[in-house]
């Protein structure tokens, strides 16, 4: 286990580096798309509520590890072979990043939809009646209290997301679980290896566990 | 001529209808009362003046600018219908303040957004910004409650949640003021002290419809009342008149079941 650790420790933890700079890529648009399609679907308009119905449901209905597939090798495929484009190449991050925006954004747009709905109607129609345009009573009003009970929704998903980032070591991105197939290959200690993964996750994810409560109760504070 | 002439506003919800041809007029520092058992549609009627819900028939017209007429399209863009939302307050039976702001950045809010469009905000934003506080703050203090104002509303009692909506609906100035049961989710002591500032308002000429259950309340503050039954105003008058000597059967019979 030691020797496991001084030998093969810095390339884990530089692993752990890249899992998390994906993840945090993947979140950062999955929020802007989650944001965008889950007020599409709240919107009284029917074509953008289509418009997400035909998002969320598209990609909650592919397993992750096709998206990838489908992301790293199809996309490329179609641009440069059958529609003759030529050259065009994505990286792992690039795609990973694709892949995992478009999964957790769905799931987001989902959260931040039923956010939405469990703010009470009167605050839309008070704010309204104030004079307020649809945009501002939404983004002053409305969003604000629903992101409060969105919240621990909203940390669950990012959790589920950090995990996910693990299927992305099929299309070569050199994260955690990429990297430990490689070791286990060099040191054969399949035993040592994965458990040192699997503590290195449960570490990760607890510590945002932890802050994600103190956030939560920061945001809670003063209220009911 | 009336500040505000309702005529014919009709309104469906799917094959029911729940307004049919209602009409009345109200004069500038008027308070009128509208009374009616449940369902009767008081609550439809005001969220179609305050453009919340869109009615299907009839025209409204506030100091003698028709705001919305079901017969012109122009009339109804939701831009147009915006601005106009503004000749209206509204005040709910529950409230409705809002829970992430203080008492007074309730009142404020739409006052500040409202700012940000005027052409000189970038140039004078700070004095803009105290002398919307300083209204605020008056406002507040008008309803008793200067001491309220850095509290949130689940801080603060029904009664004076209730207050602080009413300086909210205040704040923008509008023409007419809307209240829909405004004292209904008081406990029955926290009721005197909402009725007391409708009192102070009506002496001070402000220009109300009250849809209230509190029938003496109705007699002694309103001037006139109207009184709905299925949708239709069954009869209009002078308050202590429709109070006490009611013509029409259904309002005699309403009245009697208040021990009227
Ligand atoms: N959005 C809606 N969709 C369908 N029906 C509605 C809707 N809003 C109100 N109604 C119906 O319209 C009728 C009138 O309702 P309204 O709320 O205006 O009555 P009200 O006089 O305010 O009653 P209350 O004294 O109980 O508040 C009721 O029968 C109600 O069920
Ligand atoms: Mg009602």
């Not at chain 2, 006052?111 to 052409?119: T, V």
């Amino acid at each position: 286990m030691i020797q496991i650790l001084t030998t093969y420790g810095g390339l884990l933890l530089t692993a752990m580096g890249q899992t998390l700079l994906l993840a945090l890529c993947g979140l950062f648009f999955a929020c802007i798309l989650g944001l965008i399609f889950g007020l599409l679907s709240v919107v009284k308009n029917r074509a953008c509520n289509i418009i997400s119905i035909i998002f969320v449901d598209a990609i909650r209905g592919v397993p992750m590890i096709v998206l990838a597939y489908f992301i790293y090798f199809g996309i490329p495929y179609l641009l440069n072979t059958i529609m003759g484009f030529g050259g065009v190449t994505l990286s792992a991050l690039q795609a990973g990043t694709i892949c995992l925006a478009l999964n957790c954004g769905a799931y987001m747009a989902e959260i931040i939809r039923a956010g939405i709905e469990s703010v009470d109607k009167g605050q839309m129609e008070a704010a309204r009646s104030l004079g307020l345009p649809y945009w501002r009573a939404m983004f002053r009003v409305v969003l604000p209290q629903a992101i409060r009970t969105m919240i621990p929704s909203i940390i669950n998903q990012f959790i589920i997301t950090l995990k996910d980032t693990s299927i992305l070591s099929v299309i070569g991105f050199p994260e955690l679980v990429n990297t430990a197939k490689n070791v286990v290959a060099n040191s054969f200690m399949s035993f040592q290896v994965w458990a040192i993964v699997a503590v290195m996750y449960l570490i990760v994810i607890t510590i945002l566990s932890v802050l994600a409560k103190q956030m939560e109760r920061r945001l809670n504070r003063g209220r009911e | 001529m009336a500040l505000l002439e309702v005529a014919g506003i009709g309104k469906s919800f799917g094959s029911t209808a729940v307004l049919r041809d209602i009409s009345f007029t109200l004069n500038e520092g008027e308070a009128i009362a509208i009374i009616g058992s449940s369902g009767s549609g008081k609550t439809t009627l005001l969220r179609c003046l305050n453009f919340l819900e869109t009615a299907d028939t009839g025209s409204i017209t506030v100091g003698g600018e028709t705001l919305w007429s079901a017969d012109d399209i122009h009339t109804q863009s939701e831009a147009a219908i915006r601005k106009k939302r503004l000749h209206f307050g509204l005040v709910f039976q529950n409230f409705n303040l809002f829970p992430q702001y203080t008492a007074l950045q309730n009142v404020m809010l739409a006052e500040q957004l409202l700012a940000k469009e005027r052409p000189d905000y970038k140039q004078h934003k700070k004095e803009i910004l105290a002398e919307i506080e300083a209204h605020a703050r008056e406002l507040l203090a008008d309803m008793g409650l200067s001491d309220r104002a850095g509290h949130y509303p689940h801080q603060l009692s029904g009664g004076q949640q209730q207050r602080v909506a009413i300086a909210r609906a205040l704040a923008l100035k509008p023409d007419i003021l809307c209240f829909d049961e405004p004292t209904s989710a008081l406990d029955p002591e926290l009721t005197g002290e909402v009725l007391r500032v409708l009192r102070d308002l009506a002496a001070n000429k402000t220009t109300m419809i009250i849809v209230t259950h509190e029938m003496k309340f109705a007699r002694d503050v309103a001037d006139r009342i109207l009184f709905m039954d299925g949708g239709v105003v069954v009869e209009q008058g002078p308050a202590k008149e429709v109070i006490d000597h009611p013509k029409e059967e259904r309002t005699r019979q309403f009245l009697a079941s208040y021990g009227k």
